[in-house]
């Protein structure tokens, strides 16, 4: 897909992996509400997003209905406007006044990789993921890559780190 990864340290070698990704996600139509905090608030939130999309693409294949009398075009209108507006939340015009999402992850990044102890260094690799927005794409080719390594490294994932009160950890099993 053209993903294009940075990496900054030795990824075979290292114990801990630091990423980010560095790709920014579509200017959307509805602003990104991220309530760590309030799951239920989130949950609604998408939902009501999802419903809206639903009712605007149920709304213009009802209108092409009326118009047509013909169910089946109808249908095929309706479910094309809604992959259509799905594909343009993801891989849409780029939003051009986004500071969180992720350039906060990417300056958090830089800034400890820059500030680490020179003896820390080689312990750490430091990864700047392309792609991610559009469906994970850098971090799954870069695990595809450097499996064997990955398997064994702790990763500490900048993601949204401007936004919010809280710094919010989702450690794995085998971390805690």
């Given at each position: 897909?053209?993903?294009?990864?940075?990496?900054?340290?030795?990824?075979?070698?290292?114990?801990?992996?630091?990423?980010?990704?560095?790709?920014?996600?579509?200017?959307?139509?509805?602003?990104?509400?991220?309530?760590?905090?309030?799951?239920?608030?989130?949950f609604?939130?998408?939902?009501l997003?999802?419903?809206?999309?639903l009712?605007?693409?149920?709304?213009?294949?009802?209108?092409?209905?009326l118009?047509?009398e013909?169910?089946?075009?109808?249908f095929?209108?309706?479910?094309?406007?809604?992959?259509?507006?799905?594909?343009?939340?993801l891989?849409?015009p780029?939003?051009?006044?986004?500071?969180n999402?992720?350039?906060?992850?990417v300056?958090?990044?830089?800034?400890?990789?820059?500030?680490?102890?020179e003896?820390?260094?080689?312990?750490?690799?430091?990864?700047?993921?392309?792609?991610?927005?559009a469906?994970?794409?850098?971090?799954?080719?870069?695990?595809?890559?450097?499996?064997?390594?990955?398997?064994?490294?702790?990763?500490?994932?900048l993601?949204?780190?401007?936004?919010?009160d809280?710094?919010?950890?989702?450690?794995?099993?085998?971390?805690?």
């Amino acid at each position: 897909f053209g993903s294009r990864n940075i990496v900054i340290g030795d990824s075979e070698k290292a114990d801990y992996l630091v990423t980010a990704h560095y790709d920014t996600p579509a200017a959307m139509i509805f602003p990104n509400m991220i309530t760590p905090c309030n799951p239920v608030f989130y949950f609604l939130y998408q939902m009501l997003i999802v419903g809206l999309y639903l009712a605007v693409c149920f709304g213009v294949g009802y209108g092409v209905f009326l118009l047509s009398e013909n169910r089946s075009l109808a249908f095929l209108v309706g479910y094309f406007l809604y992959l259509a507006l799905f594909a343009l939340m993801l891989l849409g015009p780029a939003n051009k006044n986004n500071a969180n999402d992720n350039t906060s992850g990417v300056v958090t990044l830089l800034e400890t990789a820059r500030t680490m102890p020179e003896n820390l260094r080689p312990y750490v690799c430091f990864v700047l993921f392309d792609l991610e927005e559009a469906g994970l794409i850098g971090s799954a080719s870069y695990r595809k890559t450097h499996k064997k390594a990955s398997e064994h490294q702790i990763v500490l994932n900048l993601d949204c780190v401007g936004d919010g009160d809280d710094l919010v950890f989702f450690p794995t099993g085998k971390l805690k």
